[in-house]
Structures are given as C-alpha cells and as structure tokens.
C-alpha cells in the first residue's frame, strides 16, 4: 500500500530499551521498583530511600541511607544568582513553565556536573536535582503567588522541607503537620518511577546525544506538563469540580463515550495498564485517611470520584476498553486537601519523577555500548517522482 521501512543494516533502533530498574505487568496491574512491589514501598519505605534503591539497585543499610540522606539535605539551597530566573517570569506564569525554564538554567549554572563522562560528575547531578527540585518547585509557587521564597532547612525532612517552602510565611511559625507529611512523601514514592513512559523516553532521547543533562531533565518535565501524561492530575481534578455533583456523573460518562467528543475522563485508561494501576488502588487508601485523618468529612471531589470510578467500571465501553482508574484519578483530591492549587500537582508530579529520570539517565550513560537514539519510522508518504516547474503545475 506505498508503505515503506526506511530500512538501513547498520539501523540500530532504541524504539526499546533494556532496563533493570522498574517492571510493570499492565495485564497484571503490577509495578515494581528493582523487584520490590509499589504497594510494600509505599506502606513500608519512604521517598528517600525509594530514591536510594532506584539509583544503586538494593534498599540501603542504616548507615547507606544515612549518608545518602545528608548529602540530599546538604544540596537542597540553589545558587542565589538563580532567583534572577524566577523573576523573569510573569506572575501568572504556570508553576510548569517556571520548573522547565530554570532546571533548563541549571545547565548554565552547576558547570561542575555535567561531564556525563564523569561517574562522579554524574553522581553529583543526580543528587543536586533530586535535592533541588522541591525547592524550585515551591519556589515556583511562592513566586506564582506573590510570596517571599521560602529556604529549605537541614533539621526537618524531605516531605516536610517541601510543604513547609510552600506554605510557611515570614510572618509567623509554621509546624509542618505530620499527617501531611507523611502523605506528600508517599505520594513522592507513588510517582517515582514508571518505565519507559513518555516523559521518561523524552530525558533518555534527549540525553542519548550527550546533551547537558540539567537541560535533559528540562526536557522531561516538558513532556510531563502534557494532560495526556502529568497534566491529568491537574485536568482531572478540574473535571471532577467541573462535575461538581454525582448527578451530573451521566452526562460526562456520555461525553467520554462519544467519537465526535474530544472529551476523555481525566485519571483514566493508560497506555500500558489494562488492569487497575496500582498506584491508584494506594492513592485512594491515602485520598480516605487523609481526609478523615484532617477531619474533612463528605469532600463532595472525593464523593464524585468515587461515584464516577464506580459508573464508568460499570460501563461496558470502559470495561472492554480496559480502562481503569490510574495514578492521577485520586492525587488531586489529597493535594487539594493539603492546600496546594491545582497549578502545583503536575509540579508535584515533576518533583517526584525527577529520581525515575535521572536513575533511567544513569543507567543510559553508563552504557558504554549507548548509541543516538533514533526511533524507528513507518514511511507512508510519496514514492519517488520528478520536480514540476511552476508553470507546469
Ligand atoms: C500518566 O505511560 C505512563 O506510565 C504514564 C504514567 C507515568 O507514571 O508516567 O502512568 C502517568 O500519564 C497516566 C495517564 C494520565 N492521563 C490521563 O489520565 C488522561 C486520560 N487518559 C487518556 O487520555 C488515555 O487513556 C491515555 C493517554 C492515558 C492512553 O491513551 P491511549 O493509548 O489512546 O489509550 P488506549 O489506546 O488504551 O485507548 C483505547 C480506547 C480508545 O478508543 P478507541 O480508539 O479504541 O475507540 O479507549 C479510549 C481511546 O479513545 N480511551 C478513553 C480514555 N482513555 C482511552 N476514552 C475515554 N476516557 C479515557 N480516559
């Protein structure tokens, strides 16, 4: 049919790559980490080490973690000159927008870890993002709001540095809420890693080059703004309120079924999982203690996501598509009960997936047999044939 393989001996496609960092079974709805199943991680480990066990490939001893831990907290301030790009912005420039300009900046800032050929210039880049990127991303939000920035500190941890640069004032003390914390550290843990999703795929093109891995991960947290990828916590929690009632669930239910409706349910179907997500089946444990555990009885978005989870796998159309709920179904409703607005769940999202990114661009460049990624093509456009002069036309 005029379908032609650009073919070539020498080709040697990345369109797949090998991995020993995350499995997933989309048959099976199952997710794991170096071997370790997402729903242990989350109940029993906690983000850092998650982030310890994704770059080095085993859980860490007491003393590993301890280690790992302090050289995160010690890189966790950015450079001051960089407050200049914050305010090159609009104020009502989107938090997503900042994140990829200044992790892009970085690339002309931390000169001293970017020699990918440098293991321990590597290492250094991957922890000053895994370090930084919740102070950028609270950053990005204090500056969104009019907000003095807020500086990390090296008493208190990880989750509840971040939560604290985002919603401390100068003006009075500010106690992180443990409940909160240990909430925004699973959800960190939740949104790690993922295999070879398009985000992921975007930092391992990009770096396949030799590019300046700062603006690799610039590029990654592009793809992820996306509301067919780390945008749909944003764009589901906005369709959930757009709901506003479980009486209105039919008439989105029949908008998503519809061919001529762009309209698609936000934190539904995936490309990979034809089963539950397992993240999601976490995400809804957490969405109902949180809540209770803030005292926020009948949330009327948690009452709608369950009633409209329940109508769609009801639905033939959704079960023989497949399509259930997935990690960005319930993420919104607990990052909506903390307080952030929606304009910071895909910035959240970013923060979280920055160690999957960097432990994926680790593994890449350190293989010496790494070659220029250059997906494959299916040409279906014209044969050959000969210039026509204009006047012939
Ligand atoms: C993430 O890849 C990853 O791992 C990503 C991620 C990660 O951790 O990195 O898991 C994070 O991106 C999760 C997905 C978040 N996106 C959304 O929730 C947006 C809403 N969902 C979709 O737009 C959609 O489901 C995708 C983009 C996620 C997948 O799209 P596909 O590949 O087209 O889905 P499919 O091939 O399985 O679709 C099969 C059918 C299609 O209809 P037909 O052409 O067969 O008639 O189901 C339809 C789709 O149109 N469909 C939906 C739907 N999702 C798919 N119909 C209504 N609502 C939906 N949400």
């Given at each position: 049919q005029g379908k032609v393989f650009t073919y070539d001996p020498g080709f040697t496609s990345t369109a797949a790559c090998e991995s020993t960092i995350t499995f997933i079974d989309g048959g099976k709805g199952e997710l794991l980490h170096r071997g370790y199943p997402i729903d242990q991680l989350a109940e029993k480990s906690h983000y850092l080490e998650v982030c310890y066990l994704l770059l080095y490939g085993e859980l860490p001893s007491a003393a590993q973690l301890e280690d790992f831990e302090s050289r995160v907290t010690n890189h966790t301030m950015l450079h001051e000159q960089m407050m200049n790009f914050f305010r090159?912005?609009?104020?009502?420039?989107h938090p997503m927008a900042v994140m990829t300009g200044v992790v892009g900046a970085m690339s002309a800032f931390?000169?001293?870890?970017?020699?990918?050929?440098?293991p321990w210039q590597r290492e250094v880049a991957s922890i000053r993002l895994i370090a930084k990127m919740p102070t950028i991303a609270a950053m990005a939000y204090k500056y969104t709001i009019g907000q003095p920035f807020v500086y990390p500190r090296n008493d208190i941890d990880y989750a509840s540095n971040f939560l604290r640069m985002c919603f401390a004032v100068p003006a009075e003390d500010y106690q992180v809420n443990p409940i909160l914390a240990r909430a925004m550290d699973r959800i960190f843990t939740l949104h790690a890693d993922h295999e070879q999703n398009a985000s992921t795929s975007t930092v391992r093109l990009a770096s396949?080059?030799?590019?300046n891995p700062f603006a690799c991960i610039a590029a990654g947290i592009a793809c992820l703004w996306g509301p067919a990828h780390g945008g749909a916590n944003q764009a589901c929690l906005e369709m959930l309120q757009e709901i506003?009632?479980?009486?209105r669930i039919p008439e989105f239910i029949a908008r998503a079924k519809d061919k001529d409706d762009p309209f698609r349910l936000m934190g539904f179907g995936h490309r990979v999982y034809k089963n539950f997500d397992p993240r999601a089946k976490v995400m809804k444990q957490s969405a109902d203690e949180v809540l209770d555990l803030l005292g926020i009885e009948n949330n009327p978005t948690l009452q709608v996501a369950k009633e409209l989870e329940a109508a769609a796998l009801a639905d033939p159309y959704f079960t023989e598509k497949k399509l259930f709920p997935n990690v960005d179904f319930y993420s919104g409703i607990i990052l909506e009960a903390m307080?952030?607005?929606?304009?910071m769940f895909t910035p959240i999202f970013a923060l979280s997936r920055t160690v999957g990114w960097i432990s994926q661009w680790k593994e890449m460049i350190g293989d010496p047999t790494m070659k220029i990624g250059r997906p494959r093509q299916l040409y279906t456009g014209e044969t050959l044939r000969d210039y026509v002069d204009i006047e012939d036309r």
């Open positions: 090159g912005f609009r104020r009502d420039a931390y000169h001293d870890s970017t020699d990918i050929h440098d396949s080059s030799g590019a506003g009632t479980v009486d307080g952030f607005p929606t304009s």
